[in-house]
């Protein structure tokens, strides 16, 4: 992994961990290390987790499952199902975890899980999402903690009724196979459509972004080039919102602001 682990100091003494067996142990230690990307996620396939945690060693996959089973139980780990593969999120990766730079995942979140990124794109920018709030299982998982989109009290309650906007990562996806006309394909799909969530852009910032891709003559086939002109067609339309005011809620207070 590009990113070192934290394995804090107080694990030895943790109730979980000290009930486990020493295998059991080196295995929790093994997945947060070797398995994990940058937001604490990993294929749930006992031959892969062996092969990168025990690479030369003898180790049965029954036990590797049966350990993993205990993780699930006692609430350390969560295993789901997305995108027709079975995956794994540690539940405390942003409770020990304080990287300075974390890249997406290239697999779905679990329901109402919190990433947060923060690395370098194209052109030495930095993409960045959610990286002031905490992680994990939160209130609010796709939104930032400074709303970027010109929205008043009313908008926000009414966003499940807006047509405009997404709501889950299905939508994003579903919208944009019936935009393009191309499924996704690979990981960098996946990454592509959680960064389209992920900073708010709407279906109109999409069918933009497409539009131009068309015109340039580019392959609108890979998802991640969609990703820049998304962001480049909603900055346009947030810029013709300047000089509306808006209230936003920082530590508890109501501020007025204005749009950039």
Not at 151 to 180: A, H, L, P, R, Y
Not at 239 to 245: C, D, E, R
Request: glycine residues 6%.
């Amino acid at each position: 992994m590009a990113n070192k682990r934290m394995i804090n100091g107080e694990t030895w003494e943790d109730e979980f961990f000290t009930e486990l067996t020493i295998f059991e142990r080196l295995l929790w230690i093994g997945i947060i290390t070797q398995c994990a990307d940058d937001q604490g996620r990993f294929r749930d396939n006992v031959a892969l987790i062996r092969s990168n945690v025990f690479p030369i060693d003898d180790i049965r996959l029954e036990d590797i499952e049966q350990a993993l089973t205990q993780y699930s139980k006692a609430g350390k780990i969560v295993r789901y199902k997305a995108d027709n593969k079975h995956l794994i999120q540690i539940v405390n990766w942003w409770k020990h975890q304080k990287p300075r730079w974390a890249s997406a995942s290239n697999y779905p979140a679990p329901e109402k899980w919190t990433d947060r990124f923060r690395y370098h794109g194209e052109g030495n920018s930095i993409l960045e999402s959610n990286w002031k709030l905490s992680g994990g299982y939160i209130a609010d998982s796709i939104v930032d903690s400074i709303p970027c989109e010109d929205e008043s009290e009313d908008d926000v309650k009414d966003d499940v009724k807006d047509e405009s906007k997404f709501s889950n990562f299905d939508d994003v996806q579903i919208f944009i196979e019936k935009t393009t006309g191309f499924p996704p394909n690979g990981g960098e799909a996946v990454k592509a459509i959680n960064e389209i969530l992920n900073m708010r852009a709407i279906k109109e910032d999409v069918t933009d972004a497409y539009k131009w891709l068309c015109d340039n003559g580019v392959n609108v086939r890979y998802y991640q080039k969609l990703v820049n002109p998304t962001r480049t067609s909603m900055a346009n339309r947030l810029k013709q919102s300047s000089g509306k005011k808006r209230t936003i809620k920082i530590d508890g207070q109501e501020i007025e602001v204005g749009m950039p």
